[in-house]
Nanobody
């Protein structure tokens, strides 16, 4: 069955770094665009960073540009989010998303999320 499992979250001080990982299984990973989203308490889920299926293009929310880097390893069916210069406002649950469109059908899978807390 399809599975996305995030890891690497935790508690970090402002200015610190974390690397999130998302391990995928149950589908052809290289055919899917991958996106990291986050949701802070009381706020809507927002896009953080995305990467195309073969890794040729990336996109970032303005709030994380220059601090976060998304990458993927299709041989390992994994996507990563390297986060540096973390700020308290980066505190949220981070979710991994896999998406592919085939004609009029969209395939969309989510992981359960991993908590990132930035606090001194």
């Amino acid at each position: 069955q399809v599975q996305l499992v995030e890891s690497g979250g935790g508690l970090v001080q402002p200015g610190g770094s974390l690397r999130l990982s998302c391990a995928a299984s149950g589908f052809i990973f290289s055919g899917y665009a991958m996106t990291w989203y986050r949701q802070a308490p009381g706020k809507e889920r927002e896009l953080v960073a995305s990467i195309t299926s073969l890794g040729g293009s990336t996109d970032y929310a303005d709030s994380v540009k220059g601090r976060f880097t998304i990458s993927r390893d299709n041989a390992k069916s994994a996507v990563y989010l390297q986060m540096v210069g973390l700020k308290p406002e980066d505190t949220a649950v981070y979710y991994c998303n896999a998406r592919r469109r085939s004609g009029n059908v969209e395939y969309n899978y989510w992981g359960p999320g991993t908590q990132v807390t930035v606090s001194s």
